[in-house]
């Protein structure tokens, strides 16, 4: 049992509001997941010529000037580093294969968890509203976010092990739910060359979601095959670089809700997180249909 919540703010006056009004959807969801709690934010677009890469460490005292300097001096290359507690964020032109290589040479303790032109990624163990804090979330701004609440099931408590996980650049995925095939499935994407850090099931989806990419599929297509190749009870919400994707599992076990009006656009858990949106009572709301894939693009509306 886990909370999933996603909010894309339509209106462009809101987004300066995207940290408050985010965080109490986040709040309610804390019952169904008190282990830990992440969320994916998009906001300040990077140059078309730069990647931005969010990375974590066990520890707030990490010399995190380290790494940028390191690379400028390794690969003669910009970069520029942020610390926000246990994570920090890398602007930089490097390629992410060359950093990723790099990290697990001279930093194998820093963990690459997310990257893109405006993605960034903030997880850790402990109560929603603490780990919120934790990164100044309610201060941010932007146009939307995706976050999780995790009761572990699967695998151990740990930040690692804690949601979003990356699936490609711009995208990552939040999963409610338990798959019963990850193990076996982890074997087959290990052959195909994917890595893995955690023993967690939700990472093995991730990782199937960055395999059908590099094949080429699009986003839609690749949830599309995953109701025919991940067994279990699960509800699926990926975040992409305009929006979010929504996907349940052929039986529809685990819950969702959808809700729309004029200036956002939100899906969750249980339809407490989006009762704290505003005019909420006012929202076109529905139940995403089992095994229908549901995507948010720029164009303000719900396709499937």
Known sequence: MCGIVGLYLKNETLRPKLGELFAPMLSEMRSRGPDS???????????????????AHDSSEYDWKAIDTGIESTFKCEARITQIDTHAILVST???????????EYH????????????????????????????????????????????????????????PFATGSDLCLVHN??????NRLREQLQKEGLHFQTENDTEVAAAYMTWKLRQGLSLHSALEGA?????????????????????????????????????WVAMATEFRSIATLPDSNNANIWEPKPATVYTWGGQGEVMH
Request: charged share 20%; hydrophobic share 35%; glycine share 10%.
């Open 227 to 263: 109701i025919d190749d991940l067994d279990g009870f699960y509800t699926f919400c990926v975040g992409t670089g305009d929006g979010f994707a929504v996907l349940r599992d052929p039986i529809a076990c685990k819950h969702a809700v959808m809700a729309e009006t004029d200036d």
């Open 37 to 55: 709690a992440g969320v994916a934010i998009y906001r300040n677009s990077v140059a078309d010529s730069e990647t931005k890469y969010s990375l």
């Open 177 to 182: 739910g338990s798959l019963s095939n990850h």
């Open 94 to 104: 490097l390629a992410e294969n060359d950093l990723r290589s790099w990290i697990a």
């Open 108 to 163: 194998p303790q820093v963990r690459l968890v997310g990257s893109g032109q405006s993605l960034e990624i903030f997880k850790e163990v402990g109560l929603p509203d603490d780990v919120y804090r934790r990164f100044s979330l309610k201060q941010a701004e932007g146009s939307h976010m995706i976050g999780h609440t995790r009761m572990a099931t699967e695998s151990a408590v740990t930040t690692a092990g804690s949601h």
